[in-house]
């Protein structure tokens, strides 16, 4: 059972902008033709032309040149694009490194790739990837140890794989699955409806669709979901996402006559996650606000017609994620008075929190997610940022734990209520997503599927260590090398971050990481307060007027690795996205003596709009609003835009994002590069990577992330150059 609290998705979002008002001005000159060091071709940013745009923000007036930028549909914008693209995919041929990084990357990459099998009915789904196909196919078979027959190949939807599948729900009789489609990276989803018998898609298409799943009723007549008003044309990937409505669909049925379960126009904010109990008994709703992480809770007797919308759990105070029900008795894993998180039974009838009942009670590790199957509960909890499987009764009792092999994630977890089997995929640094069932009745835990590859692990190791930033708190650094490393600071390194919303960081498998790994470099993963590692309180310690904290734990840990030496400022590279992209952004600007090279990507770097466009608004919860005087201070200290001094010598720069994002706004990526290229004080280049008909990153097909992942470490392989 999938938790009813879908937010917003933190992986951030923004959007353009219409052209804004004040004329072209002349640009500056752009800077001299340099070089990189390691002897990379020589460079020359494209002009990009500014316009006459000040704001007041409060009484400070605050220029904004590169305004025009925000219109990511404009030619004069499309055509920049063109421009940036030629002077970086001329840089980046030029590398002769290039070519055998790409070759790597797809051996590496050419392995087959399963999910988990997930019941449909007395049938299994399940997704494989051959290796290099841009998108993986969905199959089903009546036993999940076999191979099964075809049943939707979105490789076939586009000729480019930009066509991807964003969501797949089976009904419960597994007669059935509502599929949703996405294209070119974007967060808008399309609902289709497929016969599991025969393979034969339905005339159902429901649009306009974001941020949450699908939800059957079980007697599989329609489903749950969330639409939005359509946008206005030419705001597709632009406009505010706002007042959106729950709605039920009936198979066969057109979506004008989708009847409208919920919806709150006096709380525009709002967004509605829906979830059918195993039971059939009931609809759960999880009521969100943006990424605010407290959520709401309402449910609907669906036995009882007209289906009436009750409250649960309506004080915005708490985490709530909805697990499972017996009867009149729901689970739920909640942050209410246990900022690690426990597991509670709260009843239908009497839902006061002096009345629940704490099954599972708050630990010294996070919980970060909790699985119903029969009557034990499967916890996942966080041990210094790497997954423990914990077992407890419905009745509160302890009963073991799953023995994960090594020092990792727990990918994907799927059960049921009324099966034994559990399935989960589990990862590590070096160790592809491997799938193992564990049988509750039994307690047995077995390989189900192990893929191989043309990776031997043997010569490398992973360490965990502990720096600690600057005012003593404890963080978390991984280290991924090979074996015997030197420490000469001579190596190197590829720091990554992104310290935000309550995502936890936990080890994961990553091709291009071993391609750099195999390279010669270093790997560096950083746990920074913002994240979800260590529970609330942790989270707190990096948002609103915290968040300054997540970029001094990152220069510690920058710190820790040339004081320890793993590798000095020259040979040190920084990475994030997203939110991440705001990490970067801001610690190049604050430090750049501390690095020899960045790459921000799809980033939030102009903290003084990011609200104004499609899902930006959401992430207030987080960040704050420059709408708000005391909340504009602390933004405008470290708004990575707005830092950028003239003059000042930055280290090679690669700014990267998707043309068509409507998450983040390409256009924080847009006006940051500009600005970093005419303010750029020394000789190392400032790139702009725009990938064309993608977006946040969602469903890329797998030759755009080859060809992404090998321009990174090329252009790493001469920014880091002695």
């Given at each position: 059972m999938t938790a009813a609290t879908t937010r917003p998705l933190p992986f951030l979002t923004a959007v353009l902008l219409a052209a804004c008002s004040g004329g072209p001005t002349?640009?500056?000159?752009?800077?001299?033709?340099?070089?990189?060091?390691?002897?990379?071709?020589?460079?020359?940013?494209?002009?990009?032309?500014?316009?006459?745009v000040v704001d007041d923000y409060h009484g400070e007036k605050i220029a904004d040149p590169y305004r025009w930028l925000e219109n990511q549909d404009g030619a004069d914008v499309k055509e920049w694009v063109g421009a940036q693209n030629r002077v970086t995919r001329a840089f980046l041929d030029a590398v002769p490194e290039r070519a055998a990084i790409r070759e790597r990357l797809r051996a590496l990459w050419n392995f087959p790739r399963y999910s988990v099998p997930q019941r449909a009915g007395n049938q299994?789904?399940?997704?494989?990837?051959?290796?290099?196909?841009?998108?993986?196919?969905?199959?089903?078979?009546?036993?999940?140890?076999?191979?099964?027959?075809?049943?939707?190949?979105?490789?076939?939807?586009?000729?480019?794989?930009?066509?991807a599948l964003a969501n797949t729900v089976a009904d419960e009789q597994g007669r059935q699955l509502a599929f949703a489609t996405s294209a070119r990276g974007s967060d808008w989803m399309e609902w289709h409806v497929l016969d599991l018998a025969t393979g034969v898609q339905s005339d159902d298409k429901l649009e306009w669709s974001k941020f949450a799943g699908a939800a059957w009723t079980h007697d599989g007549k329609g489903f749950f979901y969330q639409r939005y008003p359509a946008p206005k044309e030419g705001q597709v990937y632009q406009a505010q996402n706002r007042i959106p409505q729950l709605c039920y669909h009936m198979v066969g049925k057109a979506q004008n006559e989708d009847r409208i379960v919920y919806e709150r126009p006096d709380?525009?904010?709002?967004?509605?996650?829906?979830?059918?109990?195993?039971?059939?008994?009931?609809?759960?709703?999880?009521?969100?606000?943006?990424?605010?992480?407290?959520?709401?809770?309402?449910?609907v007797d669906l036995q009882q017609e007209p289906w009436t919308v009750?409250?649960?759990?309506?004080?915005?105070?708490?985490r709530h994620d909805f697990l499972g029900n017996d009867g009149d008795s729901f689970y739920f894993r909640t942050d209410k008075d246990s900022p690690k998180d426990r597991i509670v039974a709260v009843l239908r009838q009497q839902p006061a929190p002096a009345n629940?009942?704490?099954?599972?009670?708050?630990?010294?590790?996070?919980?970060?997610?909790?699985?119903?199957?029969?009557?034990?509960?499967?916890?996942?909890?966080?041990?210094?940022?790497?997954d423990r499987l914990l077992l407890y009764g419905t009745d509160g009792k302890a009963a073991g734990e799953i023995a994960l092999p090594g020092l990792g994630t727990v990918g994907q977890l799927s059960g049921r209520r009324n099966h034994d089997d559990v399935f989960l995929q589990f990862v590590t640094f070096l160790q592809p997503p491997t799938t193992w069932h564990y049988d509750v009745q039994k307690k047995e835990l077995k390989v189900f599927r192990q893929p191989k590859l043309d990776f031997d692990p043997a010569p490398f190791t992973v360490e965990r260590v502990f720096p600690q930033s600057h005012d003593g708190t404890r963080l978390c650094l991984f280290l991924v090398h090979r074996k015997g490393l030197q420490l000469d600071g001579s190596h190197p390194t590829y720091l990554y971050g992104y310290g935000g919303f309550d995502i936890a960081l936990s080890p994961t498998f990553n091709v291009p990481n071993l391609v750099w790994v195999e390279r010669g470099g270093i790997f560096a993963m950083a746990i920074l307060r913002g994240g979800g590692e260590y529970g609330q309180d942790w989270h707190k310690g990096g948002m609103l007027g915290n968040k300054q904290n997540v970029f001094d734990d990152f220069v510690a840990c920058a710190e820790y690795l040339q004081r320890n030496g793993y590798t000095s400022s020259k040979k040190l590279a920084i990475g994030g996205a997203s939110n991440g992209g705001l990490l970067v952004g801001a610690s190049l600007t604050q430090h750049p003596e501390l690095f020899g090279a960045a790459i921000p990507e799809v980033g939030v770097h102009d903290m003084l709009r990011y609200?104004?466009?499609?899902?930006?608004?959401?992430?207030?919860?987080?960040?704050?609003?420059?709408?708000?005087?005391?909340?504009?201070?602390?933004l405008r200290r470290y708004s990575p835009l707005h830092n950028i001094q003239a003059g000042r010598d930055y280290p090679p720069t690669m700014v990267m994002t998707g043309d068509h994002d409507d998450r983040v706004l390409p256009g924080h990526s847009f006006k940051f590069g500009a600005t970093?290229?005419?303010q750029q004080g020394g000789s190392a280049p400032i790139?702009?990577?725009i990938e064309t008909d993608a977006g946040h990153g969602a469903g890329k097909p797998v030759q755009k992330q080859i060809d992404e992942a090998a321009d990174r470490w090329a252009f790493l392989s001469r920014a880091l150059a002695d």
């Open positions: 002349t640009a500056p000159p752009p800077p001299s033709t340099t070089a990189l060091r390691g002897g990379a071709q020589p460079w020359a940013p494209p002009p990009t032309r500014t316009v006459d299994w789904l399940y997704s494989k990837n051959d290796g290099l196909q841009n998108q993986s196919v969905w199959y089903i078979t009546a036993d999940p140890a076999t191979d099964g027959k075809v049943l939707l190949d979105p490789n076939k939807l586009s000729a480019d794989g930009t066509v709380q525009p904010d709002w967004g509605f996650a829906p979830a059918v109990s195993e039971d059939g008994h009931f609809l759960v709703i999880g009521l969100s606000a943006g990424t605010d992480t407290r959520n709401r809770i309402a449910y009750q409250p649960l759990l309506m004080e915005l105070d708490a629940w009942r704490t099954v599972v009670p708050e630990g010294k590790d996070a919980l970060r997610s909790a699985l119903l199957v029969r009557d034990t509960i499967v916890c996942r909890y966080l041990s210094d940022a790497a609200q104004r466009f499609t899902i930006g608004w959401a992430w207030a919860p987080e960040y704050g609003s420059a709408d708000d005087a005391t909340q504009f201070q602390w970093l290229q005419q790139l702009l990577r």
